[in-house]
């Protein structure tokens, strides 16, 4: 196992990630227990202690489980890390009583590491906001030892970070950010990771994999990459272009079987960088991958628009949600924006058509996305 120097720490450059915990019949809810500890106990023998949690992982039973897999353990011999559940607002006056309710369920004292999570468009305004106390009850119980280190997790835009990190980047010790080859262009990872680089504030990744995408290849992207490094599998790339990354800690990945577990230690028993052709190489499949409308933020289209709809930035939320077939994140940015601002507000008068140097139909894209939207 690799392992990473934080501050006095040596982490486990792999990370356990426990939202996706094997459950029994496909169900969320309900982890399969003796399946879970079977692959934590594996995993601890195979050198990984670093542990991830959440308020609301399999609906709310990821903590327990994680606490109970994790006790036979001495304390000492790993770091748990969960997070404040802010990508509910409905949390947001209950710091205290939530914080105090995953220690019990974990089982523990204290965490290693403790998140803001999922800093977004969606709650960056309450997350800032002292009427609340989350920052400030967070780094009372880091005084306290309860909380060893403190962080946050990003899903939000390169804006939202800055904003994040103006108000509290000096008390931030880590990032959890959505980082992979695919992500690198597609959802403006490089430039937060470069933010982060600028605050001196180690990366975590999640979803390394894209939950998955990145180990379904078409047969000609597989056959470049195959002719490039013959032993390497899908995955194996994708971690790869992680362990590229210098300022990149802990690479946290959701593991269900005891294959996926031990195929992905053995990407981290040697760190092997991509030279600069793979590198390459990686960029020119992703972007294929994700196609899309072809909008190149110039905002001409902006200053021509009678509803000053944000055009590029709803073009850009289009190509994920249309790539991802659907998920999250586009209504949660979405989520935001008032109901005039919104894809269903435009009104079809096509002038911001007229000054598209890439000719893009966007009054027919966001009548689209508002039809996915709503289906």
Same mark, same amino acid.
């Given at each position: 196992?690799?392992?990473?120097?934080?501050?006095?720490?040596?982490?486990? @450059?792999?990370?356990?990630?426990?939202? #996706?915990?094997?459950?029994?019949?496909?169900?969320?809810?309900?982890?399969? +227990?003796?399946? /879970?500890?079977?692959?934590?106990?594996? @995993?601890?023998? $195979?050198?990984?202690?670093?542990?991830?949690?959440?308020?609301?992982?399999?609906?709310?039973?990821?903590?327990?489980?994680?606490?109970?897999?994790?006790?036979? &353990?001495?304390?000492?011999?790993? =770091?748990? @890390?969960?997070?404040? %559940?802010?990508?509910?607002?409905?949390?947001?006056?209950?710091?205290?009583?939530?914080?105090?309710?995953?220690? #019990? #369920?974990? !089982?523990?004292?204290?965490?290693?590491?403790?998140?803001?999570?999922?800093?977004?468009?969606?709650?960056?305004?309450? &997350?800032?906001?002292?009427?609340?106390?989350?920052?400030?009850?967070?780094?009372?119980?880091?005084?306290?030892? #309860?909380?060893?280190?403190?962080?946050?997790?990003?899903?939000?835009?390169?804006?939202?970070?800055?904003?994040?990190?103006?108000?509290?980047?000096?008390?931030?010790?880590?990032?959890?950010?959505?980082?992979? =080859?695919?992500?690198?262009?597609?959802?403006?990872?490089?430039?937060?990771?470069?933010?982060?680089?600028?605050?001196?504030?180690?990366?975590?990744?999640?979803? %390394?994999?894209?939950? !998955?995408?990145?180990?379904?290849?078409?047969?000609?992207?597989?056959?470049?990459? $195959?002719?490039?490094?013959?032993? +390497?599998?899908?995955?194996?790339? /994708?971690?790869?272009?992680?362990?590229?990354? %210098?300022?990149?800690? *802990?690479?946290?990945?959701?593991?269900?079987?005891?294959?996926?577990?031990?195929?992905?230690?053995?990407?981290? +028993?040697?760190?092997?960088?991509?030279?600069?052709?793979?590198?390459?190489?990686?960029?020119?499949?992703?972007?294929?991958?994700?196609?899309? *409308?072809?909008?190149?933020?110039? $905002? &001409?289209?902006?200053? $021509?628009?009678?509803? +000053?709809?944000?055009?590029?930035?709803?073009?850009?939320? &289009?190509?994920?949600?249309?790539?991802?077939?659907?998920?999250?994140?586009?209504?949660?940015?979405?989520?935001?924006? %008032?109901?005039?601002?919104?894809?269903?507000?435009?009104?079809?008068?096509?002038?911001?058509?007229?000054?598209?140097?890439?000719?893009?139909?966007?009054?027919?894209?966001?009548?689209?996305?508002?039809?996915?939207?709503?289906?």
């Amino acid at each position: 196992m690799i392992y990473k120097d934080f501050q006095d720490l040596k982490l486990s @450059a792999l990370g356990f990630g426990a939202m #996706r915990l094997p459950t029994v019949g496909g169900v969320d809810a309900q982890v399969d +227990e003796p399946a /879970a500890k079977e692959l934590v106990d594996y @995993a601890m023998a $195979h050198g990984i202690n670093y542990y991830d949690t959440a308020w609301g992982y399999h609906g709310g039973h990821s903590e327990a489980v994680m606490g109970r897999c994790l006790r036979q &353990y001495p304390r000492q011999s790993y =770091y748990l @890390a969960s997070k404040f %559940p802010g990508y509910d607002l409905s949390n947001m006056g209950k710091v205290q009583e939530i914080f105090e309710e995953q220690l #019990r #369920r974990c !089982g523990v004292e204290y965490f290693d590491f403790y998140l803001f999570h999922n800093v977004c468009e969606m709650n960056i305004e309450q &997350y800032l906001d002292p009427q609340y106390g989350i920052f400030d009850y967070l780094t009372q119980q880091k005084k306290a030892g #309860r909380i060893r280190h403190l962080g946050l997790s990003i899903h939000g835009s390169i804006h939202v970070l800055e904003r994040f990190l103006e108000a509290y980047g000096e008390a931030m010790e880590f990032c959890q950010v959505q980082l992979n =080859y695919l992500d690198w262009e597609f959802q403006d990872a490089r430039e937060k990771v470069a933010l982060l680089e600028r605050y001196h504030i180690p990366v975590w990744v999640m979803e %390394p994999l894209r939950g !998955g995408r990145l180990c379904q290849l078409s047969e000609e992207d597989a056959a470049v990459l $195959h002719a490039l490094r013959p032993k +390497e599998s899908p995955a194996g790339w /994708a971690f790869r272009f992680l362990q590229s990354i %210098p300022s990149v800690g *802990v690479t946290l990945s959701g593991m269900s079987t005891m294959e996926q577990l031990q195929e992905n230690l053995s990407f981290f +028993e040697t760190e092997q960088p991509l030279s600069p052709e793979e590198w390459d190489t990686l960029q020119q499949i992703a972007r294929a991958m994700t196609g899309g *409308v072809p909008c190149t933020s110039c $905002h &001409y289209c902006t200053s $021509h628009c009678s509803q +000053e709809l944000d055009i590029p930035m709803l073009l850009k939320l &289009y190509n994920e949600h249309t790539f991802t077939g659907g998920g999250f994140l586009a209504p949660m940015a979405l989520s935001a924006l %008032p109901a005039d601002k919104q894809p269903s507000a435009c009104v079809a008068c096509r002038a911001c058509e007229a000054v598209c140097p890439q000719q893009i139909k966007i009054s027919d894209v966001l009548a689209d996305f508002s039809q996915k939207l709503h289906s």
